[in-house]
């Protein structure tokens, strides 16, 4: 079975959304980052999408970049740079970041089956810290 993929960037009401689906597998996941994050100011960054069943979301914050791989991600990611969700269907999960930087930002986002490292949708978006 041949796997479709789509992806998106755009400015919505004050959010950027970087969205992206595998469609012949039923899995997704978008990420949206609220308008100009600030240095010192708490951000949110949302995470939603669809499982076709029970798996795990991961949403992993980085300065240096997304790595090529959920694998990678995990192997490289700081501790305090990520956080993971388990899911079912539909989900939206909203998290709160702050950076003491003013530099450029990545958000990478792993619908991921439980119990393995298997990707079943991928998305990644990158965002500036303003002063």
């Given at each position: 079975?041949?796997?479709?993929?789509?992806?998106?960037?755009?400015v919505?009401?004050?959010?950027?959304?970087?969205?992206?689906?595998?469609?012949?597998?039923?899995?997704?996941?978008?990420?949206?980052?609220?308008?100009?994050?600030?240095?010192?100011?708490?951000?949110?960054?949302?995470?939603?999408?669809?499982?076709r069943?029970?798996?795990?979301?991961?949403?992993?914050?980085?300065?240096?970049?997304?790595?090529?791989?959920?694998?990678?991600?995990?192997?490289?990611?700081?501790?305090?740079?990520?956080?993971?969700?388990?899911?079912?269907?539909?989900?939206?999960?909203?998290?709160?970041?702050?950076?003491?930087?003013?530099?450029?930002d990545?958000?990478?986002?792993?619908?991921?089956?439980?119990?393995?490292?298997?990707?079943?949708?991928?998305?990644?978006?990158?965002?500036?810290?303003h002063?």
């Amino acid at each position: 079975m041949r796997k479709a993929g789509v992806c998106l960037v755009a400015v919505l009401g004050g959010w950027l959304v970087a969205a992206t689906a595998v469609a012949a597998t039923g899995n997704q996941i978008e990420i949206a980052v609220s308008s100009d994050p600030t240095v010192g100011e708490t951000y949110n960054v949302t995470v939603h999408g669809a499982s076709r069943g029970p798996a795990n979301a991961w949403l992993f914050i980085e300065y240096s970049g997304c790595a090529k791989s959920f694998a990678a991600e995990r192997r490289l990611a700081p501790k305090k740079s990520f956080v993971h969700y388990r899911v079912n269907g539909s989900f939206v999960r909203i998290s709160g970041w702050a950076s003491n930087s003013a530099v450029l930002d990545h958000a990478c986002a792993y619908v991921v089956a439980n119990g393995s490292s298997a990707t079943l949708a991928h998305a990644r978006i990158s965002f500036r810290i303003h002063h």
